[in-house]
Antibody, heavy 123, light 108 residues
Framework: QVQLQESGPGLVKPSETLSLTCIVS?????????WGWIRQPPGKGLEWIGS???????YYNPSLKSRVTISVDTSKNQFSLKLSSVTAADTAVYYC????????????????WGRGTTVTVSS | EIVLTQSPGTLSLSPGERATLSCRAS??????LAWYQQKPGQAPRLLIY???NRATGIPARFSGSGSGTDFTLTISSLEPEDFAVYYC??????????FGQGTRLEIK
């Protein structure tokens, strides 16, 4: 059974860098698929942050691209998110998810999610 | 950027009733659409992919339809555990992913 678990500081100061890790169990990242980060501000909807392929190729939300770095460590079976120059607007629950190819068109969908971790930006 | 607009914002129904949720795309996305269910304090759960295919373990009362710009999620007979927030999501313009703003399904 594939499981994802987010970890990282729950409190980050404004202007600093938010760093989170998603540990994957039950599946080897190096075997394939994309791995993504999604966030949800309090009381609001979902926002895609970016995704990384097991090979290391990355794709970012254009609205966050200048501040986001996603990396993968296949030896530890985990991938990470860094978001720089954070403000209060970055306060959210951050989720990691697996993006698997499903259906006859082999489109990618987020089929397994972590439970999420709350990050608050405050001094 | 493709914008997904969900309606209604809130839907109030009783258990046993039929629920119909709508998602409209600002331009054609073929059938590259998913539906997710999110309960309070939980991560989203994939319900439907490719607009009409149920994900593994999803009950048959959930069904999806549509293509192009107009999509529908139908719950044929509401169970108490179905009251939640539902999001649609597209990735037609690879690699960007966008979500709708959500529809809250509440008990009447």
């Amino acid at each position: 059974q594939v499981q994802l678990q987010e970890s990282g500081p729950g409190l980050v100061k404004p202007s600093e860098t938010l760093s989170l890790t998603c540990i994957v169990s039950g599946y080897s990242i190096s075997s394939g698929y994309y791995w993504g980060w999604i966030r949800q501000p309090p009381g609001k909807g979902l926002e895609w942050i970016g995704s990384i392929h097991h090979s290391g190729s990355t794709y970012y939300n254009p609205s966050l691209k200048s501040r986001v770095t996603i990396s993968v460590d296949t030896s530890k079976n985990q991938f990470s998110l860094k978001l720089s120059s954070v403000t209060a607007a970055d306060t959210a629950v951050y989720y990691c998810a697996r993006e698997q190819q499903l259906g006859e068109n082999y489109y990618y969908y987020m089929d397994v999610w972590g439970r999420g971790t709350t990050v608050t930006v405050s001094s | 950027e493709i914008v997904l607009t969900q309606s209604p914002g809130t839907l109030s129904l009783s258990p046993g009733e039929r629920a119909t949720l709508s998602c409209r795309a600002s331009q054609s996305i073929s059938n590259y659409l998913a539906w997710y269910q999110q309960k309070p304090g939980q991560a989203p759960r994939l319900l439907i992919y490719d607009a009409s295919n149920r994900a593994t373990g999803i009950p048959a009362r959930f069904s999806g339809s549509g293509s192009g710009t107009d999509f529908t999620l139908t719950i044929s007979s509401l169970e108490p555990e179905d009251f939640a927030v539902y999001y649609c999501q597209q990735r037609s313009t690879w690699p960007s992913i966008t979500f709708g703003q959500g529809t809250r399904l509440e008990i009447k």
